[in-house]
Nanobody
Framework: VQLQASGGGLVQVGSSLRLTCSGP????????MGWFRQAPGKERAFVAA????????AYQDSVKDRFIISRDNAKNTVFLQTNGLKPEDTAVYYC??????????????????WGQGTQVTVSS
């Protein structure tokens, strides 16, 4: 089972990127889906998550006013719209499959399948 993350790139401060994560229906549908990121020398950290229905979302405090997570279950795809990018947003961004229920969506231990990551670099 493989999740495919894409949409990263090299951008300037204040720019936007739309990250996309897609996978087989049995992997994405009916599950919480999340985005995490890992900067050089740092641990992988929670960014955002969305329940399978899309009715519940959760964000890391540093991105909640700038990033928007959404999903299209018909296409087994999850999106992360990143706006107002800052140099500290530079990292490899990973999508992952979480639990069935929308509880503790920020807990990385509840995520099992991971994508390969897409690099986001924000230059000043």
């Amino acid at each position: 089972v493989q999740l495919q993350a894409s949409g990263g790139g090299l951008v300037q401060v204040g720019s936007s990127l739309r990250l996309t994560c897609s996978g087989p229906g049995r992997t994405v549908s009916r599950y919480v889906m999340g985005w995490f990121r890992q900067a050089p020398g740092k641990e992988r950290a929670f960014v955002a998550a969305i329940s399978w229905s899309g009715g519940s979302t959760a964000y890391q405090d540093s991105v909640k006013d700038r990033f928007i997570i959404s999903r299209d279950n018909a296409k087994n795809t999850v999106f992360l719209q990143t706006n107002g990018l800052k140099p500290e947003d530079t990292a490899v961004y990973y999508c992952a499959r979480g639990p069935v229920t929308a509880q503790a969506m920020g807990n990385i231990r509840l995520y099992d399948y991971w994508g390969q990551g897409t690099q986001v670099t924000v230059s000043s």
